[in-house]
């Protein structure tokens, strides 16, 4: 399509090009064609242009591109690798890119121009943390940020022609930005490449008199080396471990930070020898870390378990530090072949956007597998991954998008609860649900990178204490914290009113009778300020309400008796100050007795519950008569125990009578070997009351196959 004699004469013989197209060979020859057709593109569009250093323009993004082969990415990537800046600074447009080069290409040029886009004012923290927040959302496409890497890689390494300044500001950005994004993704040879070039480009003496000094020790220390790699591999070989021994040697950057940082001698730096042990299993780990403490002394203080206690982001290995010959330290790193995995898996899984259309998922699939050749690639060294740089960059963080398309940033292991509250408090005090990606997800579900997640909110929902269990923004867990005392106080003190104008009704008082002067009275004496207050204690059981009402009517006479008084009428719907015990689960209809648990409310239990026989009688005091008085509509949670003959379908069949009678069903539980000839389920189900329970039970019994059906009560049966 395009002529090759409207190119400047250099394009087509470079050698480097030449290089380029031999290295295509795991294409396919279409693709290669698509490919040349790019570089002629590309050349043409840059006939104009020249590097700083006087090359034709055209040679950078072949290097680029050629970058992107070296990583075996696909014909999209190198195409766009060829174009990537060539909506930048020629007269091509996107429409032009995408007609002759698919929609795919043109997306992947555009994404790139856009990190190009975005000017730093300063190389603060924050800053940063901006502009990688804007990568991950853009970065859609980890291609995009790839290209992008090895565009920057490509920049430093000629950038002998451009003016100081601004060679050093590329330089820190690259130190500040990039490197720790090639390091996330794994790219352990581009990471130290590219903070070795950003520092011999902003410390150049420094980088030289380094580099002599380091190459100069490497000579004397080879000896020492060969000797404590031999000393490591004799020792675990002799305690029966099949281990792969690894030297990690420490690239300009690091050496010089260390020195910075630790405010350390160049010597003290370099004579610390770093090894990484490979091995079988965990317990291979351990086994290692013995031998090698029985080798060498061990440095106390120095033995970190990162398996036991594995670091925020999912990092496991042992490290120790050793005293090897000579007094030399010796870092050592033992992991299992799947710790080595896993670490470098995890973060690029970390950066696989999810797309809901469907080419996206294919696309994603594409690029995930590319990941993993790359990785098994750099299996060698991704050793100071964790260690040396802040593990606040990603791992800890999740992007999630509101409908809207705001970009969200939540902790990991953030759960839409989370994710609500973020939004607003009141969405959070109202959620019921989400859509997580257009699909209904539960409200504990955690949230992962690229979820497009919607609310589901109703005018009378309001926080579970259950949330709590796996809540992890402070401010969701504070927000509902605050709600549910607020909840409480307010339910407790309706819980003491009732008690207490009970108590005066059983001392034949009308409530509203009591004159205020006893009020103020009860108030000043017990530090009360309000007789709301007075309540909330009664309520939450931290006053006895007979107490209290005698003090009310100043008969301290201690002889007034409460036999008249009427049992006290519950609900059983009220909320946190009037619970409905667990072990036996009274529901209405069942004879109920009440305890009074100090500072949480009463907690009903069915008068038979086999657990509160003993209290009963040993401590009478904390007991009170209680008497159903359910609202219409109430549902209760029963459990129930349906033993089965075993046979297809009888499942289905019990299922159906439980929702023929009415009720719904919470939980089912089974215990059953197929080989048994019954199986016993067991069913939380909710009932309005007993009557209810006995035709959800009636209608089980109509069932053939099923042989024993009985209220699960506490276990006691
Ligand atoms: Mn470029």
């Known amino acids: 399509m395009e002529s090759a004699s409207s190119l400047p004469p250099p394009a087509l013989e470079d050698p480097a090009y030449r290089v380029f197209i031999d290295s295509l060979d795991y294409l396919s020859p279409k693709e290669v064609d698509r490919i040349r057709e790019a570089y002629v593109f590309s050349a043409r569009a840059h006939a104009n242009q020249k590097r700083l250093s006087g090359e034709p323009y055209i040679t950078h993004p072949l290097a680029v591109a050629g970058a992107v082969v070296e990583w075996r990415m696909d014909a999209e990537a190198i195409v766009a690798a060829l174009l990537h800046d060539t909506l930048e600074d020629t007269g091509v447009s996107k429409r032009e890119l995408s007609d002759k080069f698919g929609r795919e290409v043109a997306d992947l040029v555009d994404g790139l121009s856009k990190l190009d886009k975005i000017e730093f004012a300063s190389y603060q923290e924050a800053q940063a943390e901006n502009f990688r927040k804007m990568l991950m959302a853009m970065a859609r496409d980890l291609r995009v940020v790839l290209i992008k890497l090895a565009d920057r890689q490509h920049n430093l390494a000629t950038m002998s022609a451009v003016r100081p300044d601004k060679r050093r500001r590329i330089a820190a950005e690259t130190l500040e930005i990039y490197a720790p994004i090639a390091l996330r993704l794994g790219l352990n040879k581009l990471y130290r490449e590219l903070q070795d070039a950003s520092f011999r480009l902003i410390h150049p003496h420094r980088a030289d008199v380094l580099a002599k000094a380091v190459r100069a020790a490497r000579g004397n220390r080879r000896e020492l080396l060969a000797k404590i790699t031999d000393g490591i591999k004799g020792k675990l070989k002799a305690a029966g471990l099949e281990a792969d021994v690894f030297g990690r040697e420490k690239s300009l950057y690091s050496i010089f930070r260390k020195m910075k940082e630790k405010q350390l001698s160049f010597s003290q730096v370099l004579d610390i020898y770093g090894f990484r042990v490979v091995v079988k299993n965990v317990p291979a780990c351990y086994l290692a870390m013995g031998a090698l403490h029985a080798l060498y002394k061990p440095v106390p203080g120095k033995f970190k378990d990162y398996i036991a206690i594995p670091k925020a982001n999912g990092y496991q290995s042992l490290h120790t530090t050793l005293i090897g010959p000579y007094g030399t330290p010796v870092e050592v790193q033992i992991r299992t072949v799947e710790m080595h995995h896993v670490a470098q898996e995890g973060i690029a899984a970390h950066w696989l956007y999810k797309d809901t259309e469907q080419s996206g998922a294919d696309l994603q699939i594409k690029t995930h597998k590319w990941l993993q050749s790359l990785l098994e690639m750099q299996s060698g060294d991704s050793s100071e991954f964790f260690e040396n740089v802040k593990i606040d960059l990603f791992p800890d963080e999740v992007y999630v998008f509101t409908p809207k398309g705001k970009i969200m940033a939540m902790p990991r292991g953030a759960t839409v609860v989370d994710f609500a509250y973020a939004v607003h408090t009141d969405v959070g005090h109202h959620c019921t649900a989400a859509r997580v990606n257009h699909e209904l997800a539960p409200l504990r579900s955690e949230l992962r990178n690229g979820d497009l997640v919607e609310i589901i909110t109703a005018p009378h929902a309001s926080p579970n204490p259950a949330w709590l269990t796996y809540v992890k923004t402070g401010r969701a867990r504070s927000k509902i914290r605050h709600f549910l005392r607020t909840m409480q106080n307010e339910e407790s003190a309706a819980l003491g009113e009732r008690l207490l104008n009970q108590e005066l009704l059983a001392l034949g008082v009308v409530p509203a009778m009591v004159p205020p002067q006893a009020w103020d009275q009860l108030l000043k004496s017990n530090g009360n300020k309000t007789r709301q207050d007075v309540f909330t204690d009664i309520g939450l059981g931290k006053r006895l309400p007979s107490v209290a009402a005698r003090r009310l009517l100043a008969r301290d006479d201690g002889a007034a008796p409460t036999h008249g008084a009427s049992a006290l009428a519950i609900r059983g719907t009220e909320g946190m100050a009037i619970q409905l015990a667990k072990c036996c689960q009274p529901i209405p209809g069942d004879p109920i007795v009440g305890s009074i648990r100090k500072g949480h409310g009463l907690l009903i239990h069915s008068h038979d519950c086999p657990f509160i026989q003993r209290s009963r009688s040993s401590e009478p005091q904390k007991w009170m008569d209680v008497d159903w008085e359910p609202e219409a509509g109430a549902l209760f949670d029963v459990r129930i125990k349906v033993e089965v003959k075993n046979s297809r379908g009888v499942l289905a069949q019990v299922a159906a009578a439980i929702a023929e009678a009415g009720s719904n069903i919470e939980h089912v539980g089974m215990d059953a070997s197929p ?37 699960d009560r506490g276990g006691g049966e």
């Not at 009351?689 to 209220?711: C, K, T």
């Open 675 to 711: 080989e048994q000839l019954f199986t016993a389920l067991a069913f939380t189900i909710q009932v309005a009351n007993r009557v209810h329970l006995a035709q959800v039970m009636r209608g089980l019994r109509h069932i053939p196959e099923v042989s024993h059906i009985s209220r």
